[in-house]
């Protein structure tokens, strides 16, 4: 038994090294020194688990979880756990195994091994665990510290850099930020991050990744690294001209005549658009990192080199020549301008203007020969141009449409203005129904699509394309149908609910006479209006036990009409599991599994906690399964098993050796009113209604679970379920489950 001179000289022995400069390692060996030679202990160890680090055993698991010392003082080969059979099996005869915890931290395991029994005391262990405290909170305190002077050497060298960096504080506040920060986000003497758009919380979501924001018309790009649960490590960098460059690169890597290239300060290329490569024949991929001087023939290298030198103020344009491949040579035509990394170079083909007049030709053919409807309009709405179909359709002459506003040969003006906004904007207009009025004012009915197009001047015009449409009314017929067809699926489904509701109420109404039979009969049984002979009793009771099955039924009818209607709530509470064996419900069951000598157990796994889940509609799921093993179980058992299958969820085993479920009858068994059969058992139940399985599966879904089943014919069947420990906490609307 521990005294205190025991006590006294433990401490004067730990005090002096607990504030030294000495580390974890040896302090933790000083300590286990001082205990054995102290309380002559054979085997005193600390090992480096903390809260940080997942447990590596089963005895590890239960301190983690416990945080309570677990003593054995008489170990044998029938310990709980592994690791105290290999102690008894290296001659020790008791243990004690510490959690040493400091502010709900887990910061080291204290093991004490002796090779006698019944060693540790209660008195012994209390001397233990003060003396373990101490060192705990040494050992946190120096963790702490080091990690603290490790953050604090980083920041003072990270600040001097010239990344624009900032502590923030969990109120928001900018703690500290360097000198480039200040100057690039304009910070006052008292900052918050909401200068940079931005909130603590927002700012420790990004930790480990990057995010944009924008600011005073720039684009920054913001990274975050936490500190601890108060502080956030924050650098930012300005990349609005690299957004800019990104954007025009990536509109302009599909065109094959108008392409970019971004060089860096020596001229080295950093990457290039694919119109580099369709118009000189240089491999685009080869091209990365190549100076582009190098590319260019002799003539026109240095006027190259004069023009981007002189392009920081502003582009600066010219033409040059490539030394081709597919050619002597290429001529392009070229805008050169500077930015952050070097210079941005846009350049087109200087034979474009060629190219352009064969496409407008071609599109002027395209007008002439199409037998769509084809009208060009001017950027004020005047006809320029349409084609012979637009004369035969609308029986006007060429003549008279040209120079006519184009929106008074539409019944709907607003739909040309509408489409001209769209094409402005860049957006293709495809598949618009427009009416155009014909000289006999008659309407035709047509599918027009609108570009915006250019002309080598670059003056804008509006094409528009028009194909009639002949089967417009028969669209319109299908859309009414369409519309019958959904009045034709409400009203199903307002007659199924009246279905739902109606077998409800009915159901709901049986149950008054039904008590007053189950009551009255239960008076006469026991002999209240006068004693019954041996078969009247008899007769009595098969009205009571009728009646339940009979109120049963009608119960599982209420409950599957109530889930379809959604009008099952759930009342969860916290529940242990292991108390629901204890409910009348499933003791009824144990009895009746006895009485036809099956073998019942109810195993929850020491590592299962609380669930938050409705007792009473779980009591309903087990009754239903353990029912169902019952009735088509004749030898053998039923076993219930709970164990923790994650870190978010349990789940129940319902086991019994009964007949099993053939192949057919397995995709069918949670359908309603379905019943297996039942041709292998000894005695023939009474039929059920086929509700039991159905109404366990929607329980389960109400809960956030799963629900499944294995079975062999003739060998039993295994129906298993999952649920939340913890339900989601995601708001449900009004119209849900609850």
Sequence with gaps: ?????????????????????????????????????????????????????????????????????????????????????????????????????????????????????????????????????????????????????????????????????????????????????????????????????LDFAQLTALAGKSAKVQRKAR???????????????????????????????????????????????????????????????????????????????????????????????????????????????????????????????????????????????????????????????????????????VEAMLQYSRNELIGRDVKSIYVEPALFERDVKYVIGGTKVDNSYVDFIAKDNGRVSTSCSMRLVKDMNGDASYVIFAKELETKRLLQDQGSKIKEMANEANRLRANSDLKSQFIYNISHELKTPLTNIKGFSSLLYGGEFGALNEEQRNYTNTITQEADRLMLIIQQILDAAKLEANKVKLEPKELDLRDLENSH??????????????DFSWNVSFDVPKITADPNRLIQVFVNLIGNSVKFTEKGSITVKVFKKSKRTVECDVIDTGIGISDDDKHKIFKKFYEAPKKDLVKQDGAGTGLGLSITREIIKLHGGRIGFESQLGKGSTFWFSLPIKPKSKKRSADQIT
Excluded at 117 to 143: H, P, Q
Excluded at 164 to 174: A, E, K, L, R, Y
């Design 585 to 598: 419900s499933i003791g009824a069951l144990k009895e009746m599994s006895r009485n036809k000598g099956l």
């Design 219 to 389: 684009v920054y790009s913001v990274t975050t690294s936490k500190i601890n649960d108060k502080l956030l490590h924050v650098s930012v960098q300005d990349i609005t001209d690299l957004e800019m460059l990104g954007a025009e690169t990536t509109a302009m890597q599909g065109s094959v005549q108008i392409g970019m290239i971004l060089l860096d300060r020596n001229l080295n290329i950093i990457t290039s658009t694919n119109a580099f490569s369709s118009i000189t024949g240089y491999d685009n991929d080869m091209l990365q990192g190549k100076n582009f001087i190098n590319l260019l023939k002799e003539s026109s290298r240095d006027a190259f080199k004069q023009d981007a030198a002189a392009s920081s103020g502003k582009p600066v344009h010219g033409t040059l020549d490539v030394a081709g491949v597919k050619a002597a040579s290429t001529r392009l035509r070229y805008s050169v301008a500077s930015y952050m990394l070097g210079h941005v170079l846009v350049f087109t083909n200087a034979q474009a203007e060629s190219y352009i007049s064969a496409v407008n030709s071609a599109l002027a053919d395209f007008i002439s020969n199409t037998s769509e409807l084809v009208i060009v309009a001017d950027t004020l709405g005047y006809i320029k141009e349409c084609n012979l179909p």
């Design 1 to 197: 038994m521990a005294d205190d001179a025991s006590t006294k000289k433990l401490l004067s022995e730990l005090i002096p090294i607990l504030g030294s400069a000495v580390s974890d390692e040896e302090l933790s060996k000083h300590f286990s020194s001082v205990i054995a030679g102290t309380f002559g202990i054979e085997q005193v160890s600390m090992d480096g688990m903390h809260d940080e680090s997942a447990p590596s055993g089963a005895l590890e698991g239960y301190l983690f979880n416990t945080r309570k010392p677990y003593i054995d003082n008489q170990l044998s080969e029938f310990s709980s756990f592994p690791e105290l059979i290999n102690y008894k099996n290296s001659g020790y005869r008791s243990c004690a195994i510490m959690p040493i915890i400091v502010n709900s931290r887990l910061i080291s395991v204290l093991r004490l091994l002796s090779k006698s029994e019944n060693r540790f005391t209660e008195d012994l262990i209390g001397s233990i665990s003060f003396s373990a405290y101490l060192v705990g909170f040494a050992l946190m305190y120096k963790r702490e510290s080091s990690r603290n002077l490790s953050i604090a050497n980083y920041f003072n060298g990270a600040f001097n850099s010239a990344v624009p960096q900032m502590i923030v504080s969990i109120d928001g506040n900018v703690v500290k930020a360097n000198s480039m920060a200040i100057r690039l986000l304009e910070l006052p003497a008292r900052a918050t991050v909401r200068e940079i758009g």
